[in-house]
């Protein structure tokens, strides 16, 4: 299985296949879904330190455009299958912006 290393809060096992924002809340990360993982928020976004998060689709390349997100390392967690192993740094957190998470995000 792949292992998801969280900056700070350590490693975890992730079920391939596994949407990362799920293997976020799952092992205790409070990530921001605020949309509920649909590609239209960006509050899940997250900083790939290493790994290969795969490639960016479409409606994720059409939010980043909106937004002005041009960095390549910055991902949206709603939009990556965890096929390997991945270090990354979530960029906003519940805890740190007061925030309710957002309803939880469909496998």
């Given amino acids: 299985m792949p292992q998801v290393t969280v900056e700070g809060k350590g490693t975890f096992e992730v079920e391939e296949g596994k949407k990362l924002v799920l293997a976020l809340e799952d092992n205790g990360i409070d990530i921001l879904h605020r949309c509920g993982g649909n590609a239209k928020c960006t509050t899940c ?27 390549d390392h910055i991902r949206l967690s709603c939009q990556i299958r965890v096929q ?16 309710d998470a957002g309803p939880r995000p469909v496998d």
């Fill in 84 to 99: 390997s192993d991945l270090t990354v740094k979530p960029i906003r957190t519940a805890s740190a912006e007061g925030l």
């Fill in 45 to 71: 976004r997250c900083e790939v330190l290493a790994g290969e998060p795969g490639p960016i689709g479409e409606a994720e390349q059409e939010v980043r455009e909106r937004r002005g997100i041009e960095e």
